[in-house]
């Protein structure tokens, strides 16, 4: 199995559909010889991050769960928060969630670079 390196340039584009393309590569689907069962998707890079496009108010409304599993213990983080500590972590959620959700996203995901 040969993995191909593509390149997606983020400037101007929407986060949601950047992110769904990228899950798409990294899952395989392009490949005439896609199945589910196999891990066999190619490396995705991002260039230009920074650039990208938050469309309507999901700057202040998005937000981001995390539960520590005891009572009381949600943790919400909302986008603008979340964009001026690590921009990059919020493609690679967005992309996280849109993999299959099995033992092979882990490894998915670790092929997706992002360069601000």
Do not use: C
């Amino acid at each position: 199995m040969q993995r191909q390196t593509h390149t997606i340039d983020a400037t101007g584009r929407p986060l949601g559909r950047l992110a769904s393309e990228a899950a798409l590569l990294l899952r395989g689907k392009d490949k005439a010889d896609f199945l589910r069962n196999v891990d066999a998707g190619s490396f995705v890079q991002v260039v230009n991050f920074k650039a990208v496009k938050i469309t309507g108010n999901k700057m202040e409304q998005k937000e981001y769960y995390k539960h520590s599993g005891y009572p009381g213990g949600l943790r919400t983080t909302k986008l603008k928060n979340l964009w001026e500590k690590n921009p990059a972590e919020a493609l690679r959620l967005a992309v996280y969630g849109m993999l299959p959700k099995n033992k092979l996203r882990p490894k998915m995901i670790k092929r997706l670079k992002i360069s601000l």
